[in-house]
T-cell receptor, first 112, second 119 residues
Framework: AQTVTQSQPEMSVQEAETVTLSCTYDTSESDYYLFWYKQPPSRQMILVIRQEAYKQQNATENRFSVNFQKAAKSFSLKISDSQLGDAAMYFC?????????FGKGTRLHILP | GAVVSQHPSWVICKSGTSVKIECRSLDFQATTMFWYRQFPKQSLMLMATSNEGSKATYEQGVEKDKFLINHASLTLSTLTVTSAHPEDSSFYICSARGTGAKTRRYGYTFGSGTRLTVV
């Protein structure tokens, strides 16, 4: 069975600094996608970034980038130049076919 | 982008009544829709997957007769909580997947969620 583990329930970072959120997963599938979703207090799930497992190049979206280590089954999210609006719950997710598994989430606090 | 509208955003109902939640894909055809339940400060738990025109596939432990899912068109799926009880109070979120360029670009798109309170 597939699992997604986020080992950091909460993290804090100073505004304008960089923070890395950890995610590990377990799967026997060879073709899958990985996602990071942001859920602010409004509870709307917002796609932050996604990575296709077959791509070796790490995905980037402006201030957000991932470190995808397929062999280690690790998929961390780096947020650069943290902003107050980045405060939210962040969920790592694994997906293959139509099955999505979410991690338990990391609550990110931004300190002004 | 790909937009999914979920309605209502919140609802309060009396114990024993039924509540219907709608999930609509506004600018793409949603071949598959998903329904999640989220308890406070917890992750999303998949309840069921529905494909247009066919019966929903429920996850283990989810009562089919209590949580009725209908996906009658490529743009609309509904979740009906029947004979609601206080323990059904939760946050329900839908997501949709289509085919074509928008799915390749945006993947799975989520609705804004429905907060259900059963009193």
């Amino acid at each position: 069975a597939q699992t997604v583990t986020q080992s950091q329930p909460e993290m804090s970072v100073q505004e304008a600094e960089t923070v890395t959120l950890s995610c590990t997963y377990d799967t026997s599938e060879s073709d899958y996608y990985l996602f990071w979703y942001k859920q602010p207090p409004s509870r709307q799930m917002i796609l932050v970034i996604r990575q296709e497992a077959y791509k070796q190049q790490n995905a980037t979206e402006n201030r957000f980038s991932v470190n995808f280590q397929k062999a280690a089954k690790s998929f961390s999210l780096k947020i650069s130049d943290s902003q107050l609006g980045d405060a939210a719950m962040y969920f790592c997710a694994w997906q293959a076919d139509d099955k999505i598994i979410f991690g338990k989430g990391t609550r990110l606090h931004i300190l002004p | 982008g790909a937009v999914v509208s979920q309605h209502p955003s919140w609802v309060i109902c009396k114990s024993g009544t039924s509540v219907k939640i709608e999930c609509r894909s506004l600018d793409f055809q949603a071949t598959t829709m998903f329904w999640y339940r989220q308890f406070p400060k917890q992750s999303l738990m998949l309840m069921a997957t529905s494909n247009e025109g066919s019966k929903a596939t429920y996850e283990q432990g989810v009562e089919k007769d209590k949580f009725l899912i209908n996906h009658a068109s490529l743009t609309l799926s509904t979740l009906t909580v029947t004979s609601a009880h206080p323990e059904d109070s939760s946050f329900y979120i839908c997501s949709a997947r289509g085919t074509g360029a928008k799915t390749r670009r945006y993947g799975y798109t989520f609705g804004s969620g429905t907060r259900l309170t059963v009193v």
